[in-house]
């Protein structure tokens, strides 16, 4: 898995134009927190959800779904079936890269379904949450800044970060948006 990061860090690195150790070098694929999420079989699935929608709080996650499905991606205000591929994984762009990238990346929001069938598995790696970080500062970066490109958000510890976005619970307002500086 930390293989699999270091490859994407330099990918990210690479398409918003910085050298591709940079995210590497921030960090960012240092350490990886794996949970493994088990959804029982819901007999009446049109009354709940299995995970609310969220967007995740660190750098990067990187997902593997079982055969169920039931993973949703939000696009364009519409909710998007991410079909279970075998051996293929899902990438999600994650709350503190989007600061990062001073949004030119976008954390993406997600949301489980529940179905009759299952149980459903996932195994999910999160970059960037709840490791050896904790007290280093991150911000916008400062290769990314310019006249015409200004910072749009404050600067934050990881473990703030982390500590604030689960305070604030699944729902309401985001700490992302308790960041920004500038007003859409
Ligand atoms: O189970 C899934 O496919 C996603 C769960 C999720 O979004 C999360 O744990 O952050
Ligand atoms: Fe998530």
């Given at each position: 898995?930390?293989?699999?990061?270091?490859?994407?860090?330099?990918?990210?690195?690479?398409?918003l134009?910085?050298?591709?150790?940079?995210?590497?070098?921030?960090?960012?694929?240092?350490?990886?927190?794996?949970?493994?999420?088990?959804?029982?079989?819901?007999?009446?699935?049109?009354?709940?959800?299995?995970?609310?929608?969220?967007?995740?709080?660190?750098?990067?996650?990187?997902?593997?779904?079982?055969?169920?499905?039931?993973?949703?991606?939000?696009h364009?205000d519409?909710?998007?079936?991410?079909?279970?591929?075998?051996?293929?994984?899902?990438?999600?762009?994650?709350?503190l890269?989007?600061?990062?990238?001073?949004?030119?990346?976008?954390?993406?929001?997600?949301?489980?379904?529940v179905?009759?069938?299952?149980?459903?598995?996932s195994?999910?790696?999160?970059?960037?949450?709840?490791?050896?970080?904790?007290?280093?500062?991150?911000?916008?970066?400062?290769?990314?800044?310019?006249?015409?490109?200004?910072p749009?958000y404050?600067?934050?510890?990881?473990?703030?970060?982390?500590?604030?976005?689960?305070?604030?619970g699944?729902?309401?307002?985001?700490?992302?948006?308790?960041?920004?500086?500038?007003?859409?």
């Amino acid at each position: 898995m930390l293989k699999i990061g270091d490859s994407l860090f330099e990918l990210l690195s690479e398409a918003l134009g910085l050298k591709s150790n940079y995210l590497k070098e921030m960090g960012c694929a240092e350490g990886v927190n794996v949970v493994y999420n088990y959804y029982p079989a819901c007999p009446q699935p049109e009354l709940t959800l299995g995970t609310t929608q969220h967007a995740d709080i660190g750098f990067i996650s990187v997902l593997v779904q079982d055969d169920v499905g039931g993973l949703q991606v939000l696009h364009k205000d519409h909710w998007v079936d991410v079909p279970p591929m075998a051996d293929g994984l899902v990438i999600n762009i994650a709350n503190l890269l989007q600061v990062m990238s001073n949004d030119n990346f976008t954390s993406v929001k997600h949301r489980v379904l529940v179905k009759n069938a299952g149980p459903r598995v996932s195994i999910i790696a999160f970059f960037g949450v709840g490791f050896t970080l904790g007290s280093r500062i991150y911000g916008p970066i400062e290769e990314l800044l310019s006249e015409e490109n200004p910072p749009r958000y404050k600067k934050t510890t990881i473990q703030d970060f982390v500590a604030q976005s689960y305070r604030q619970g699944l729902n309401g307002i985001s700490f992302l948006d308790m960041l920004k500086l500038t007003k859409d």
